[in-house]
Structure formats: C-alpha cells, structure tokens
C-alpha cells in the first residue's frame, strides 16, 4: 500500500517549540491534518500562528500535559471523541531536570515526563492507530541513551537510590524511548510501525523551562555548531512520510539512516520488562 500522510491525522506532542514544531509545520505543509500539543494555551495558539505564518498551513493545539496522567487521560478522551483514525503519532515532548522532582502522581519527574507520559497516551491511542489501515509512531530519542550505562534501573526506577545526575537520568529515559518503540512493534501488530531517533544537537528551548543551566549554555554558546530546529526536524519528518520504510531496516535512526545503540536498547528482555513495569506504573 502507497503511504502519503496528505489528509491523514497527525499528533505532534510538544510542538509548541523547537523540533515538535518545526516537524508539524513540515508535515502541515505537507497536506496532513496535524495537532500539536502544549501545557499552555498561549504558549500553544502562539506556535498555531506561527506555523500558519511560515507555512501557509493550519493545524490544531490541545492542552497536554505528559507529567500529569490526568491530563493525559483528559487529552486522550477528548481526542479520541473527534478522531478516529491517526496515522502517525510523534511523541517528540520532553524534559530535561537539574534536580530531582517528582510529578503530581508521584513520579520521577524526567522518566514520567519523556516515557511514562508517552507510554501511557500511545496505549491510550491505540485503537485510533489500529484504526488506521497503517501508522507509525515516531519517538524523540537522543544519542544521550548511551549514558544510561545500567541499562534501565528496575531496581530504582524513581532514583530514589541512585545519586541525581542530570544527564544519566535524562539518557535513561531516552533509552526508555527506544525501548518503547520496540515494544510498540512487538505489541501492535504489523499495521503499526515504531521508530525512535537521535535529531542532533540542536539549538531549542530546551532545558529552558526544567531550570538547567548546562543545558541553557550549551544551546546559547552551541552557535553555529547547532542544527537548527527544522533540522532536527528532518529525521522525525522523514520517518513519519517515507513511503518505503520498515522496521527490518532498523528501529533506531539519526540522519534518515539506521544508527547503532547500546546494547540495552536492543536487549529484547529489558524491552518486555520495561513494558510491564510501564503498565503497572501508568495504571496505579
Ligand atoms: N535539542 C536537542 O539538542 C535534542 C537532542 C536530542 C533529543 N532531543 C529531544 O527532542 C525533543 C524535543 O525537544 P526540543 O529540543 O525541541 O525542546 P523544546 O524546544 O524545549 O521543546 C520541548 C517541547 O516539549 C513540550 N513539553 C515539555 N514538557 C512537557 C510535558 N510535561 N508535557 C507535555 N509537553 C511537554 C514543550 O511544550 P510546552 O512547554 O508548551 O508544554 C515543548 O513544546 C525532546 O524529547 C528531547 O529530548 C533534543
């Protein structure tokens, strides 16, 4: 079957700044219907604008918020009221934290924010992908998966235990992204497709809000060396519109191309276990 994602129903998470909305613009202009999401009104109608601006295109903003399951659920029902059918799905929403803070169900903050959030509304929109004759769900990952050296902590999921460091807790939970696109496939059957990727560094806002000051100095003193935000874009939209791509050519991508992982992100049993753990925590 030809794939085209013209007329089809597309959610970008986060696409009120940075690659989520430089990649709904692009898919937009493309001819798909998209919505993009945001924990902010103004911050959301803002980013409508702008892609209307630049593109020419419209799309839609709903309120999210991947760090509170209620949101989460509030958002899934809505959706799935006016949707039937969604084509693709980018979870591309995420954080970055300097400190250790949990969410208001009780959850580490980053892991909740950039897998359980995810985790919880792709099982929540899973009768709208199957829905569709084919979808894809394209995951923001990052090469930052590497430091999470462990593999996942099942032990200590909540570092609790573990001493907080930024970057190790954050490549944790990129790594949970890639695990996750692998559990998608194994779990959806063949009519859905999963990816994750790494798209560069590039220059966001991101770090901005979750208060890390590494972060916000990397992207300010990052200059010429950062890719843009259309950029990074570039391997989320080429994912989510390539007509002939498979997940036999690979699950992790950067640069419209497979790209090697750790070993824990190809380990088939922390796949599984990362499933069932992330079922327990999302339905508790
Ligand atoms: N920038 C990089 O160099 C880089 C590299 C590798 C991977 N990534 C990944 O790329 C993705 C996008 O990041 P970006 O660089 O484009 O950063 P960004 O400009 O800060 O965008 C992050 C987006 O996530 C949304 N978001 C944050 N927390 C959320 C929450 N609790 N619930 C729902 N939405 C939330 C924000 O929307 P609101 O604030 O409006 O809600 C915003 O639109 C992230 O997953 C990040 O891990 C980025």
């Known amino acids: 079957m030809n794939w085209t994602v013209e007329n089809k129903n597309i959610l970008v998470t986060g696409g009120s700044s940075g690659i989520g ?6 898919l937009a202009s493309r001819g798909a219907n998209v919505t993009i999401t945001s924990r902010d009104a ?18 839609s903003v709903a309120i999210l918020d991947l760090a509170d399951f209620a949101s989460v659920r509030a958002f899934c029902e809505k959706y799935t009221s006016g949707t039937s059918e969604l084509a693709v799905l ?12 949990e969410t208001v169900d009780g959850h580490e903050m980053t892991f909740a924010t950039n897998h359980l959030g995810p985790f919880l509304l792709t099982s929540l929109l899973a009768e709208t992908l199957l829905a569709a004759a ?4 394209v995951n923001v990952s990052s090469v930052a998966h590497t430091s999470a050296k462990q593999g996942i902590l099942f032990d200590d999921i909540a570092w609790t235990d573990h001493k907080y460091k930024m970057m190790d807790v954050y490549g944790h939970s990129k790594l949970a992204n890639i695990l996750h696109a692998r559990g998608i496939n ?15 560094i590039v220059a966001t806002s991101f770090g901005g809000r979750g208060g890390s000051r590494l972060v916000r100095m990397v992207m300010k003193f990052g200059g010429r060396r950062l890719r843009s935000a259309a950029e990074g874009a570039d391997t989320v939209v080429w994912l989510a519109t390539a007509e002939h791509i498979g997940t ?3 699950i ?5 191309a497979p790209e090697s992982s750790t070993r824990f ?8 276990r990362l499933w069932t753990v992330s079922e327990r925590l999302v339905s508790s």
């Not at 909305?21 to 692009?26: F, K, L, N």
């Not at 103004?42 to 799309?59: F, H, P």
């Not at 980018?90 to 803070?101: E, L, Y």
């Not at 859905?192 to 790494?198: C, E, K, N, Q, R």
């Open 265 to 272: 992100a190809r380990d088939d049993e922390q796949m599984e």
């Open 186 to 200: 194994d779990h959806y059957g063949p009519s859905v497709s999963a990816f994750a990727l790494h798209p560069g």
């Open 21 to 26: 909305q430089a990649t709904a613009a692009e």
């Open 90 to 101: 980018v979870n591309n929403a995420g954080g970055i934290f300097s400190s250790r803070r």
């Open 252 to 256: 992790y991508f950067a640069d419209r």
């Open 248 to 250: 036999s050519e690979g």
């Open 134 to 137: 084919q979808a894809r769900v």
């Open 42 to 59: 103004t911050r959301g109608a803002k980013a409508v604008s702008s892609i209307l601006r630049t593109t020419g295109a419209r799309v």
